[in-house]
């Protein structure tokens, strides 16, 4: 059973960073694509950063310039550094991947959450 395991989440003044993990476990072919969301109270996750399938990186318009995904392919882990924090990055961030895993003799994909971890800015 494939699992995503989330850590690094916590409370930071506005300006300052942080960093996230995702750690992907259990029996699996290959992880396509793998990214992190984020959802603030009373709106619509979003994407926030990911690696595509194709291995180059999509980030939305308001963390360009303060967010930097990175993956350790050998861990099958992706890191979210987090600078220049504000108030608005307040929310729930959460891991996703794409994942290949095997049916009996079939390869089959199969898109996987983690459990979130907040993320607070506030002085």
């Known amino acids: 059973q494939v699992q995503l395991v989330e850590s690094g989440g916590g409370l930071v003044q506005p300006g300052g960073s942080l960093r996230l993990s995702c750690a992907a476990s259990?029996?699996?072919?290959?992880?396509?694509?793998m990214g992190w969301y984020r959802q603030a109270a009373g709106k619509q996750r979003e994407l926030v950063a990911a690696?595509?399938?194709?291995?180059?990186?999509n980030y939305a318009d308001s963390v360009k310039g303060r967010f930097t995904i990175s993956r350790d392919n050998a861990k099958n882990t992706v890191y979210l550094q987090m600078n220049s924090l504000k108030p608005e990055d307040t929310a729930v961030y959460s891991c996703?991947?794409?994942?290949?895993?095997?049916?009996?003799?079939?390869?089959?994909?199969?898109?996987?959450w983690g459990q979130g971890t907040q993320v607070t800015v506030s002085s």
């Open positions: 690696f595509t399938s194709a291995g180059s990186t």
């Open positions: 259990g029996s699996f072919f290959s992880i396509n694509a």
């Open positions: 996703n991947a794409a994942i290949r895993v095997w049916v009996g003799m079939r390869l089959r994909e199969n898109d996987y």
